[in-house]
């Protein structure tokens, strides 16, 4: 059901993504693949820019699943999402955060573009 929901969602076709990813996290809410298939919920909201849910589900990751190496990529996504809702202050809190926790990191050098494309912007 995972792999079947994250075919869906590099086909592109999101709504269905959506439905699935949350079908599967009905069925299996801790299961081995729950952190995956709720940061790829979170990604389809985000791409499908609904923030809100995105929001919500990228913080479920980082809350349920404290443990998941989809932490720091949920947690560079929040601040993306901060940053493109025009949130600065907390966009610059999590990027930051992110570059002090997860130093070296891909994620980390993510953040550290994203908080320098702010500063070029006057953020």
């Known amino acids: 059901a995972y792999q079947k929901a994250f075919a869906t969602l590099k086909d592109g076709r999101y709504d269905e993504a959506i439905a699935e990813f949350t079908r599967f996290l009905s069925a299996y809410p801790n299961g081995e693949y729950a952190d995956n298939a709720r940061y790829w919920l ?16 990228f913080s479920q990751v ?3 699943f404290p443990q998941s190496p989809k ?33 070296g990191s891909t994620t980390a050098k ?14």
């Open 42 to 57: 979170a990604e389809t909201y985000y791409v499908t820019r609904n923030f809100p849910a995105a929001r919500e589900s």
């Open 71 to 103: 932490v720091s990529d949920a947690m560079l996504k929040l601040g993306f999402i901060e940053y493109e809702t025009g949130q600065w202050l907390k966009a610059r809190q999590l990027l930051t955060d992110v570059m002090k926790r997860y130093p």
């Open 110 to 123: 993510l953040a550290e573009k994203r908080l320098e494309k702010m500063r070029q912007e006057g953020h």
């Open 62 to 64: 980082m809350s349920n």
